[in-house]
């Protein structure tokens, strides 16, 4: 799951509003909206990402976090460390070859490095 499908699965469940629901409502297949909150499609384009705050009304600081987390949900990432230092590459590759076994806790500490 990415960042931005989380909110949105979060989103509807307070509102308490089905997948199929909101897939209809934005015209969109409900495979599509589930695939997007599981990761399993690209990053959400911007126009979607407008319908999807339009649709839950959101506005100011927390549209800005929702965009936020769109740009940062691509499933599949890749790192070009070509002209930077070997300690980047190592750092790259050992985050590619070690991120699906590190505890979700050391995970949040590694992005809070990160991120500060």
Same mark, same amino acid.
Request: no cysteine; proline share 3%.
């Given at each position: 799951?990415?960042?931005?499908?989380?909110?949105?699965?979060?989103?509807?469940?307070?509102?308490?509003?089905?997948? @199929?629901?909101?897939?209809?409502?934005?015209? %969109? /297949?409900?495979?599509?909206?589930?695939?997007?909150?599981?990761g399993r499609r690209g990053k959400p384009s911007p126009g979607l990402v407008?319908?999807?705050?339009?649709?839950?009304?959101?506005?100011?600081?927390?549209?800005?976090?929702?965009k936020r987390l769109a740009r940062l949900s691509q499933p @599949?990432?890749?790192?070009?460390?070509?002209? %930077? /230092?070997?300690?980047a590459t190592e750092l790259a590759n050992q985050l590619r070859e070690r991120i699906a076994t590190l505890p979700e806790e050391r995970l949040r500490r590694l992005l809070e490095l990160l991120v500060n």
């Open positions: 799951m990415t960042p931005f499908g989380r909110q949105v699965r979060e989103m509807r469940r307070r509102k308490g509003v089905t997948l @199929k629901a909101m897939a209809a409502e934005l015209n %969109l /297949s409900a495979a599509y909206l589930s695939a997007l909150e599981h407008m319908q999807i705050l339009g649709y839950f009304g959101v506005i100011w600081d927390d549209a800005e976090e929702l @599949k990432v890749t790192i070009d460390t070509g002209g %930077l /230092s070997p300690t």
